[in-house]
């Protein structure tokens, strides 16, 4: 009898903590970046926005930081245009020197069918080719009974590659250097084999002593010819 009990009791003990585990899940919030990937132009600017999900529509308050690669990303602007917060206790701001963003707000939760939260809008600019990530390292969202429901942090990786332009210059640059080589060397080959080639002009004393000598010989036959005879 006493093990029959255990059973019965196991049962029950399994489905309530079941269920508890399923309404933890189920009303975790998370905070997360769209896109949380990507392949983005050296120097050209993109925006990251940052988004909460929050299963339970009683979310008062959020709070999170965000750091990223100060040598790799700087941070050119924050965006609060399409913001659901609807009063900031600490003003979004950020560090380029440091590489944070940080900001607390108050949600605008009167529709209560929201459970997707626009907060803010990063603009980055990227100065060094490579990957490079952001990441949300910080967060809390307050519900009205003052619990912490954050259930998840996100964070995004992206890959800085050059333009197809200065990619396409760089080979131009690389294919004019390269035909640089080609006509230096073949100047060099040319010149080498002209200097192997005989050189009439180092030879012209020895034309002219030749010539003069000849003229010579023909003038003194001349003259022998013509020289009356005793």
Request: charged share 15%.
């Amino acid at each position: 009898m006493g093990e029959v009990r255990k059973k019965y009791l196991l049962i029950p003990s399994i489905l309530v903590f079941g269920l508890f585990y399923c309404l933890v899940v189920q009303a975790a919030a998370t905070i997360f970046l769209i896109p949380d990937q990507g392949e983005y132009v050296l120097k050209s600017n993109f925006s990251v926005k940052v988004l909460l999900k929050a299963e339970e529509p009683q979310s008062t308050q959020v709070s999170a930081s965000l750091v990223f690669e100060p040598t790799n990303l700087q941070v050119v602007s924050l965006n609060l245009n399409n913001s659901k917060i609807k009063k900031w206790l600490v003003e979004p701001s950020y560090s380029n020197a440091k590489g944070i963003i940080s900001f607390i707000g108050i949600l605008n939760n009167e529709n209560q069918n929201t459970i997707q939260y626009n907060l803010l809008e990063v603009t980055f600019k990227p100065i060094k080719l490579g990957k490079t990530s952001v990441q949300i390292n910080f967060g809390k969202v307050i519900d009205e009974q003052d619990y912490n429901t954050v259930g998840s942090l996100g964070s995004a990786e992206f890959n800085i590659i050059e333009s197809q332009a200065s990619t396409d210059s760089d080979n131009q640059a690389l294919n004019n250097n390269e035909i640089k080589q080609v006509n230096k060397s073949d100047i060099i080959e040319f010149n080498q084999s002209s200097s192997k080639r005989f050189d009439y002009n180092a030879f012209l004393p020895l034309y002219v002593a030749l010539f003069i000598l000849l003229l010579i010989i023909v003038l003194v036959i001349i003259f022998l010819q013509n020289r009356p005879i005793n």
